[in-house]
């Protein structure tokens, strides 16, 4: 049984797995359907954690289709999404589509968008606007690169990007925001920040959506950390109190790793839950 989540919070933890550019449907489904059989093994219990996947757009209406007939206790996200809900835009895809897909979260400014995609905080905001128009929650991803980190300012590069992304949201479609907060040199590369690092990031950001909003929307927004999340280091980032939840990308593919992730085990140095 999970037990980081911490009683007093109002908020849901939230374990994301993207699985990026992997998976065709025929494996995403394999994948979701062991990912609900590793769930169930390890008493995954919904009503105190959620569990989210990102597949490739070509997976997602498979993975959809599957936790709609089998009833799975798993939600489903895009990758990224247009910033314009109809018309012109080749290739691109409409929150209105995820929103018909069943899609609860869609990414916004994951780094590999940023940097490949050249995606800018104006677009990224665009984007995180046209996610709340269709009633998507927008996973707002954030976060340094090394040398940024090495010079210090990442704190302030951090919020720089955060405020560009939530500009001109209301308090009503704030406090349901997702921020996931992942150190670019950290993704993919098997270093992790240590918890004290997600921590430290996660309170500057809440702090920082108290001025931008209130505290109210501070409280219950949800603030994850990514970046090299595995079964042996989740549940001590997990157990920070303002880290909401964890964005996984490579063992997000693995469906038992994954399950272990999402059913954490509290370290015992900490205090035992309410
Ligand atoms: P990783 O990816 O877990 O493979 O580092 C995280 C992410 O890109 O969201």
Known sequence: MTTYTNSSSPRKPLIAGNWKMNMDHVQGADLLQSLAEGLSEANHDPQRVEVAVFPPLTTLSTVQALIQDDGLDLVCGGQDLSPYDSGAYTGDTSAQ???????????????????????????????????????????????????????????????????????????????????????????????????????????????????????????????LYGGSVKANNAAAILNEPDVDGVLVGGASLDSAEFARIACAEKPQTAAPAL
């Open 97 to 223: 589509f995820l929103a018909k897909l069943g899609c609860r979260y869609v990414l916004v400014g994951h780094s590999e968008r940023r940097t490949i995609h050249n995606e800018t905080d104006d677009v990224l905001n665009a984007k995180v606007r046209a996610a709340y128009r269709h009633s998507i929650v927008p996973v707002l991803c954030v976060g340094e690169g090394l040398e940024i980190r090495q010079a210090g300012t990442h704190v302030e590069h951090t919020l720089t990007q955060l405020r560009a992304g939530v500009e001109g949201l209301t308090e009503e479609q704030a406090p349901r925001l997702v921020v996931a907060y992942e150190p670019v040199w950290a993704i993919g590369t098997g270093e992790v920040a240590g918890p004290q690092d997600a921590q430290e990031m996660c309170a500057a950001i809440r702090a920082d959506l108290t001025e931008l909003f209130d505290a109210d929307v501070a409280a219950r927004a949800r603030l």
